[in-house]
């Protein structure tokens, strides 16, 4: 034992730190650093993930209810045959062909029945002739379930791809209708006094103030349209058709199978989701000048 | 088009291509051209709002470029005759005339202060301020903003700027057109006594370089004194005072001014 060893024993004896534990003692404290770093990056993982373990909870339970045999598939597929499903539909061509063909008639009925309904409620909001003429009745007709008329367009339009456009135009005309017409009706009158007053052309009032002062609740007014055209949609397609979502939901059907059956809704859930949040990027860019939407102040 | 205000990159070009003109084309003269302002007469002018006269048999003549300030309590017919001034409304009876044409209807060449801005809040601030859209509108609103002091804000949202700072760009809108006749309805009413006070120095130096006429709504006697040739009393749709005011500018709080309040206070 060298002379300088004792003092060390001695010190630790008396339960003070050995200098040769102090210098370990550095990657130590780096590990324990590390360590809870880890546990902070832990903990901020585990509140983003969240709101995804109820979810994935049910997905686990599905799948070990369906793997064991406890849920048939005649009910309901197992979540790795609805995968097995997408990726069959999707290299035969069928599911984007079926996707393509519903979009194309939720989209032509959107622009028939969104256009017209937007155009009337511009009539009815800046002409009052126009109100007293078309309103009663829009009123009216709105009452009326659109889905109710469905034996009834199919006498006029037979299964087609007419029958389908029609309903999805009738259901999103009235929400566009409503929102536009009370969109122009409760624009500020101080402020086209103002445009008045600032000689404003009518045309120039409607572009630079009733348009611009009805455009949040026009979009109020497609919001709500988007919904009703794909709920529409899928009620259209299951009537008949040989292609489309609706379609290759009914067809599964006929076989029994259930995982393409989910595949469907699965799609329409989808394409529901992807046209609001269309909706949200129009509205972000169109009403930037509403403080909700500026930036550092919190979007809805 | 127009349905989404413009960009921000169309207003920045246009502000800083207007800001380079002004920096190279213009001379250190007063940057708008002085024109003056039209006379206003009053013949004979009664309103009636049903069987109530608001305003009766009232005869005025402002002279071209008075400062001219109307007091008066509520529902002493102010705003009527407001209205009447600027075309809104047309008088039951008795004609009004603005230089020398008759009103009956909305004239271009008078522009009106509202009590509240009416700022259009999808057009950015420049685009507010050429809200008519004259040929070189961005240049002329520029220039205007710059008269009020904003000349930077031009690019903003009217929802961020402050309340005096909205006022201002409203005062901005209305120099656009350079107007023979400013009609001011209480729009220092909301701002608080500071901005109040600022707004009253813009408001009185830039008649000084406008020459307009000018005819100011007001519930303030002392703003009335601050600022005008002359105070009007409107009492139960008559003339109860006709008042000059006499003091050099700018205005101060003497003796004079003290004893003019309180004859003016005395007829309200």
Not at chain 1, 258 to 268: H, I, P, Q, R, S
């Amino acid at each position: 034992m060298s002379p300088t060893a004792q003092p060390q024993a001695t010190a630790f004896a008396h339960g003070a730190v050995p200098p040769v534990a102090a210098a370990d003692a550095d990657p130590r404290a780096e590990g324990a650093a590390i360590g809870a770093l880890a546990a902070t990056q832990a903990r901020a993982l585990g509140r983003a993930l969240l709101p995804w373990a109820l979810p994935l909870a049910v997905l686990a339970i599905w799948q070990a209810g369906a793997s064991l045999g406890l849920i048939s598939s005649r009910v309901l597929p197992a979540p790795t045959d609805v995968v097995l499903a997408f990726w069959r539909t999707l290299n035969d061509g069928s599911l984007l062909a079926n996707i393509w063909v519903s979009t194309g008639r939720a989209l032509s009925g959107l622009a028939i029945g969104g256009g017209i309904g937007f155009a009337l409620g511009v009539l009815t909001g800046v002409f009052r002739p126009a109100e007293t003429a078309f309103d009663s009745a829009m009123q009216m007709l709105r009452n009326v379930p659109h889905l109710a008329i469905i034996p009834l367009v199919i006498l006029w339009f037979g299964i087609g791809e007419e029958a389908k456009v029609f309903l999805v135009a009738v259901g999103v005309a009235f929400p566009l209708y409503l929102n536009t017409f009370h969109g122009i009706r409760t624009v500020d009158r101080a402020l086209v006094e103002m445009a008045r007053v600032y000689g404003l052309s009518s045309v120039a009032l409607f572009w630079r103030i009733v348009l611009p002062g009805a455009l949040p609740s026009v979009l109020v007014g497609l919001r709500y349209a988007l919904g009703i055209m794909w709920l529409t949609l899928i009620v259209a397609e299951t009537i008949s058709s040989s292609a489309g979502i609706g379609y290759m939901t009914m067809n599964a059907r006929e076989f029994l199978q259930t995982d393409v059956v989910v595949l469907g809704v699965l799609a329409y859930a989808l394409l529901g989701k992807l046209a609001d949040s269309l909706t949200r990027a129009i509205e972000q860019r169109a009403l930037a000048w509403h403080p909700a939407y500026q930036a550092g102040t919190g979007g809805v | 088009m127009e349905i989404f205000a413009a960009t921000d990159a169309d207003v920045a070009a246009s502000v800083r291509a207007a800001e380079i003109r002004a920096t190279f084309a213009r001379p250190p003269a007063p940057p708008q051209t002085r024109r003056p302002g039209e006379p206003i007469r009053l013949s004979g002018v009664t309103k009636s709002f049903g069987a109530r006269p608001v305003l009766r048999r009232l005869d005025l003549y402002v002279p071209a470029g008075q400062f001219l300030a109307v007091v008066g309590r509520s529902g002493g017919g102010k705003t009527t005759l407001m209205r009447l001034l600027c075309g809104l409304d047309a008088p039951t009876s008795g004609e009004v005339r603005i230089g020398e044409r008759r009103v009956d209807g909305l004239m271009p060449q008078v522009r009106l202060l509202f009590q509240d801005p009416r700022l259009a809040p999808w057009q950015r601030v420049l685009a507010n301020v050429g809200i008519a859209r004259g040929p070189a509108w961005r240049e002329e609103a520029y220039a205007a903003l710059k008269d009020v002091g904003l000349a930077d804000r031009g690019r903003d949202w009217p929802s961020v700027l402050s309340g005096g700072q909205k006022q201002r760009v409203a005062l901005a809108r209305a120099l656009v057109s350079r107007p023979g006749v400013l009609l001011l309805d209480e729009p220092f009413g909301a701002l608080d006594a500071l901005t109040r006070t600022e707004m009253h120095r813009l408001t009185e130096r830039i008649w000084t370089g406008h020459g307009f006429t000018t005819v100011l709504i007001t519930h303030d006697v002392a703003e009335a004194v601050a600022l005008a040739d002359r105070v009007l009393v409107l009492r139960a749709g008559e003339i109860a005072l006709d008042v000059a005011v006499d003091l050099p500018r700018p205005r101060e709080e003497t003796a004079e001014a003290a004893e003019l309040k309180r004859r003016i206070l005395a007829a309200v």
